[in-house]
Structures are given as structure tokens and as C-alpha cells.
């Protein structure tokens, strides 16, 4: 009996009534719904079939057919071939709308599994998504579906952190800039600064003017780091990460970085990567006389320089080998 207990204490808190995860039984369940239901509520099962990549397509395409149909028969009085050539046009285009929105939701839901969000999160209001469902109607590459899922998921978590701004932002996107922003994502500091010396590889003058042109960030900007008479000098990287460098004293090395616009931002922040700490390491140290690159907390001081917490380093021999 006590292990009967056990076994039920520890099934997934993350099961609920009809199968329905835990995760969209909140806000995230809502704006799902909203998304791939056209705002009617649909059945925990259904949504599950969904987050699992489970879809009857006729059936969806019944469903649009026949709510078309109830209006297209009442026009149909005077010319029945051309208003169903339109109908057949107006189903083919809800059909593939539809099909764009449960793309993202799917990719949504796989997000929200790894983070969920809180249960005290209100969700994105009826205006945000009123928006977010325009635009993610037309999104019809993998990429651009993937920056929405994420946009969504992270509105879910946060209402109010994505801004309408980034919405339309993303919606401008073609393929070839989507990718190149994913390129961009490891050299981006949390503190909107991105550190092109290590984007690898690196962007041609074209692909930085076609992001700069496309409002993602501006660029002509840079860091002076000047190493000081002890051999060293500590520079932030974002929020509480910094990196110390040192070398020869007096030794001046210019970083170059381009500053994200706030939908630029609000990407990078939404879709997260892990800061490439290695490349940014090697594009110091062409300088030769630069000798080791240390990253970690970096904790600022009153009337103090501050000091690194160190958690790797990279020097010479590490980044040649």
C-alpha cells in the first residue's frame, strides 16, 4: 500500500484532468488555444495531440470549408463558379494560415516544457495576441517560426517584454536575415552590445548592412580596453558577467560592437544562447600582446575596481592547441 502511495505521489505533477499538461493549463493554455483554435476553447487531448506533433489535417480543413461555406452560399446567387473559385482560394489561404500558427504553438509548447511559466503570470493580453496571430498567420519559414514560438513563449513567462515593436519587427524578416541573426545570438551581451569580433564566421559588409538597414542594430561603435600598470583590465559583458584581460601593460586593444535596436533586444533576449566565450577569447588575443582572456561574475565595488569571480579562462596555449 505505502509503495502504491509512493507511486502516486511521485507520477508528473505536470498532469492534470484530460491529459492536458500542467503548462497550458494556465496562460500559456489560453494564448494555445487562442492560436491554434481561433480562440475556442478545444479539448485537452487535442492540444496534447498538438505538443506532440499529432494532426488530422483533413479534418482541419473540413472545419475551415464549412464555416467558409455558411457565407459563400449566400452570395451565390448570380455567378456560383466564380464564388466558388473564391471560396476554394479563401479555404487554401485560412488552410495555410492555420497551418503556420499550430507550427508555432507546437514549437511553443516544446519551449514552455523546458521553462514553464509561472502560474501567477496573467498571459499575453487580447491585444498582443490579436497581433501575434496576424503575424505568425504568415510565417511560413522554419526560422521565422521559431523566433515567434519564442516571442510567444517568452510573453507567456513575461507579459509586457515583448513589444509590438519586435512583433512587426520579426514579421519583416526574411529567411536570409533570420538566419543571419541566429549567427549574431553567441556574441550578444545581455547588455545590448554585440561583440562582432566573434561572430564566426564572420559577416560581410553586406550582411552587417543588410541587419543594420533592417533595424536590428547600428554599428561604427567600439570598446577601448586598456590594460593598466598591474597587467590587467575587467570590462562587463552583461548584466553581472564580465571578462578580464590581460598582457602588457599599457597595451590598448579596441573591440568593435554594434548596438541592438530594442526589438533587436527583446530577440536576444527571448531566444536565448549561452555567450561564446572561446571566440570572443581568440579575437583578443590576435593581439599577441594579450595573453589570457578569464571570464566569471564580475562584482563592482564602491570607490573599487571591482573584481572577477572567475569560472574559465583562456590563454595562449588553450586556444592554440
Known sequence: MADQDDESNNRPSSLVEGGLPQLLAGPAGKAISRLV???????AAWLEGISQGIRDKTDARSAISKALAVRASELALGNPETVERAMQSMVAKAYRAQINKEEIA?????????????????????????????FAADAVDTDLRTMFSRLLSGEIRDPGSISPATLQFVSLLDAEIALLIEKTLPACGADGRVFLDAIRPSFSIEENTALETGGFWSLGKSISLQIGDDGKILSLIGNDEGYMVEGEPGTTENVNVGLLSLPGRNLVRTIKKSFDRRTFAESLMKN????????????????????????????????CR
Not at 117 to 125: D, E, L
Not at 292 to 307: N, T
Open 37 to 43: 483554435g481561433a480562440g475556442i476553447e478545444i479539448p
Open 106 to 134: 507546437k514549437l511553443a509548447v516544446d519551449d514552455l516544457k523546458e521553462t514553464p511559466a509561472s502560474v501567477a503570470s496573467a498571459g499575453p493580453s487580447e491585444q498582443w495576441m490579436a497581433k501575434f496571430e496576424g
Open 288 to 319: 599577441e600582446k594579450i595573453e589570457k582572456v578569464s571570464f566569471g561574475r564580475l562584482v563592482l565595488l564602491p570607490e573599487d575596481k571591482g573584481h572577477l569571480q572567475p569560472e574559465e579562462f583562456y590563454d595562449r596555449a588553450s586556444v
